[in-house]
Nanobody, 119 residues
């Protein structure tokens, strides 16, 4: 099994920055991508950013120009640098991992870390 542990969330003022980290442990073979999603109350979970092992990155519309994803593949760690935070960025941020296994693709989620942006 794989465990994902997020850290770095908290309460900040609008315009400030935060850096989220997510470290994977356990059976991490077959990893093909890691990234971040978020979910605000009453809304669907949405993509923030995801990066594959070959460096291909997809960034959600709300994050473009403000957030940056990076990975340390050797450490199975993914980071999310969030700049210029807005009240609308308040949500629970979930770490995500995709693995390619013999029976197909497997997704794993972290427990989530709360980000609250105050005006």
């Amino acid at each position: 099994q794989v465990q994902l542990v997020e850290s770095g969330g908290g309460l900040v003022q609008a315009g400030e920055s935060l850096r989220l980290s997510c470290e994977a442990s356990g059976s991490t073979f077959g990893v093909t991508a890691m990234g971040w999603f978020r979910q605000a109350p009453g809304k669907q979970r949405e993509l923030v950013a995801i990066q594959s092992n070959n460096g291909q990155t997809t960034v959600g519309e709300s994050a473009k120009g403000r957030f940056a994803i990076s990975r340390d593949i050797a450490k199975n760690t993914v980071y999310l640098q969030m700049n210029g935070l807005k009240v609308g960025d308040s949500a629970v941020y979930y770490c995500y991992m995709q693995r390619s296994l013999s029976h197909g693709l497997q997704s794993t989620w972290g427990q989530g870390t709360q980000v609250t942006v105050d005006s």
